[in-house]
């Protein structure tokens, strides 16, 4: 029986600024967002068209989990958001004031630029060859 990844669990700081960011800004879907305690939400959201991984957004409810916002996967990027029109993705993003770490590069699989969320999580947007 097939098997898949459906969330990797994304601290952040509140769960609206994630939304906020995620959903309104980078125009990713609202899959769920249900509240499980006064305090506690399952937030799930996933770029346009995307049928299997979403992202649940966990916000940080201790010390430890605030200590690593945007350092889940240490100095390294963490998150791959691939694309089929990495121009148009691209010129998007610089319009919505994305923070972009370097200038788009050719690599032997695509074309390749990585770019960094509000909570300081890094990203890749990547389109293969």
Known sequence: M??????ISLIVPDYDQGIEF???????ELIEDTPLSE????????????TETRLCLARA???AQEEVIGEQAGDRVF????????????AIMQRAGIDFLEEPREEPYGMVVK???????????????
């Open 39 to 50: 305090d506690k939400r399952w937030v799930l959201v996933a770029p346009p068209g995307s």
């Open 22 to 28: 995620y959903v309104g800004l980078m125009g990713f």
């Open 61 to 63: 409810s201790n010390e």
């Open 115 to 129: 770019w960094r969320d509000p909570f300081g999580n890094k990203w890749d947007l990547i389109e293969r060859y």
């Open 2 to 7: 097939p098997q898949f990844i459906s969330a």
């Open 79 to 90: 998150l791959f958001l691939e694309t089929y029109d990495f121009e148009t993705d691209f």
